[in-house]
């Protein structure tokens, strides 16, 4: 099964991150093909309530994450979708923690759906 999970993962930090890298595994685990597509920019700097939303650690060798979404860039999320379409998973999976996440996530899903390849 081909799946693409959508969330924070590396380079960001926190419990989200953590928890997307560990279901990765357990889909890679089980003989899935998965991806992850990740934020370059969650929010912007002055939203975030620590020092960096960033990792000063080394990111996971064994992962495929991809660094393509910018939470405040509409355009990367449409890049993100037509992409998307064009491979065709079997399960994508949305996961957030804000409101401000929230939106542009449902309008995205009306717009993919909308303009989805048929078959």
Do not use: H
Request: proline share 8%.
């Amino acid at each position: 099964m081909k799946v693409v999970i959508i969330g924070p993962a590396y380079p960001l930090r926190g419990g989200l991150a953590t928890y997307n890298e560990r279901l990765a595994r357990a889909f890679r685990e089980a003989g899935d093909e998965v991806r992850l597509v990740t934020f370059s920019l969650q929010y912007p700097d002055f939203l975030f309530p620590g020092q960096t939303q960033f990792s000063t650690e080394a990111g996971p060798k064994d992962l495929d994450i991809e660094v393509s979404l910018n939470s405040v860039n509409p355009l990367s999320w449409y890049r993100v979708g037509n992409r998307l379409r064009q491979e065709r998973p079997d399960v994508v999976i949305f996961r957030f923690w804000l409101p401000f996440m929230g939106q542009p996530l449902v309008q995205w899903l009306a717009w993919c759906a909308a303009t989805a390849i048929p078959g």
